[in-house]
């Protein structure tokens, strides 16, 4: 008995919170879900050749929510290239399901504007997710439906408030913190 570690010490290493577990199992559970995502939008895009790529049923559907706007501004909200978002604007253009109007506020300058056409597939694609979603949590009650729901939210703009104050770091002079291994060595 005398090897056990004293109470409240469950054989966390130095530095180590006993709340490192739960973390460590959402990380880990954060990683896989990518993984997941990465792999099934692979399979659901090589499925779909014929249908609108997913990039620009995401810019189609930023300008549906939001109006109409210039290439810069929806470059933005996508966390994209201008060059690129113009390049996929173009297409959508072509297909018809963007216009190029002028801006009210600048007349030398265009908005892109959605169609009734892109308005059309981002509520198609809508139903259709919404639809995956209601199959695949059938057996869910509604109570921890919405508790995720609710989760999720926080967790997204927790990253997304971590992701912001991560990119503003100096990161001159930093170190990686080093391993318990590396500090026992």
Known sequence: MGNLPPDGDHGTSPGESEGHEPIRQLAEGVDRLMRMFIRTRAQLLDRARDDVDWSVQILMSV???NGPMRVKKLAELVES???TVSRHAAQLVRDGF?????????GRACQLVATDRARRSVADRTRSRDTHFEEMLHGWDNQDRERLAALL?????DFETYKTALAAKDWKGFRPPVSQKETTA
């Not at 939210?153 to 703009?157: A, G, T």
């Open 153 to 157: 939210v926080r967790f997204i703009d």
């Open 63 to 65: 300008l549906v929510k």
């Open 98 to 106: 963007l216009e190029r109007r002028s801006d009210p506020a600048d």
């Open 81 to 83: 290239d201008p060059s």
